[in-house]
C-alpha cells in the first residue's frame, strides 16, 4: 500500500509541474528579448510585469553593442539624458476580452516617441510577444521572445 501511495505522489507531483509550467508559459508577463523588425537586432531585455492589475513594462538591460549605456538624447523633460536601462516604457495597459493588452504609452527612447500599443501573445507560439505601435493609423508590429530562464 505504501508503494502505491508514492507513485500516486510522484504522479500527481508530475501533474502538478506541468499545469505550473503551462500555465506559467500562458501569459505575457516575464522577461522578454525585444527584437527590430527592420535589421533583426536583438535589442534589449524588457520586464513585462503587473501593477494594480494593469500590465506595465521596463528595460532591463540594453543587448545592442555599443549602446549598453545608452542615455535618452533624444528625450524632453525629466527624461532628457537619463539612461534608458530602467526606464519604463509601458504604463497602465489594459487587458480585453481578447486578451490583449492596449494602452496609450508606449515609448521608444531611441526616438524619444510615444505611441499607443498593444500587447498580445502570439497564438502559435506563446514564447513569442507581439508588441504593436500606433501612430494615428499607421502601425508597427515587433516579435519580442520569452526569455527562458533556468
Known amino acids: ?3 502505491n501511495s508514492k507513485v500516486l505522489h510522484k504522479i500527481l507531483m508530475i501533474i502538478f509541474m506541468f499545469v505550473f509550467h503551462f500555465s506559467w508559459s500562458q501569459t505575457v508577463f516575464g522577461k522578454w528579448k525585444t527584437v527590430d523588425d527592420r535589421n533583426g537586432i536583438t535589442k534589449a531585455i524588457v520586464e513585462v510585469y503587473e501593477e494594480n492589475g494593469l500590465l506595465q ?9 555599443g549602446k549598453e549605456n545608452a542615455l535618452c538624447v533624444k528625450c524632453k523633460g525629466d527624461l532628457k539624458n537619463k539612461p534608458v536601462t ?44 507581439k508588441v504593436r505601435g500606433y501612430l494615428a493609423f499607421l502601425y508597427r508590429t515587433q516579435t519580442w521572445h520569452r526569455v527562458i530562464e533556468e
Not at 57 to 65: F, M, R, S, V, W
Not at 93 to 115: C, H, I, V, W
Open 86 to 129: 530602467g526606464m519604463k516604457i509601458m504604463d497602465n495597459y489594459k487587458r480585453n476580452s481578447k486578451g490583449e493588452y492596449k494602452g496609450n504609452r508606449l515609448f521608444d527612447p531611441e526616438q524619444a516617441m510615444t505611441f499607443r500599443g498593444k500587447v498580445w501573445l502570439d497564438p502559435k507560439d506563446t514564447n513569442k510577444l
Open 1 to 3: 500500500m505504501k508503494d
Open 57 to 65: 513594462a521596463k528595460i532591463l538591460k540594453i543587448l545592442e553593442k
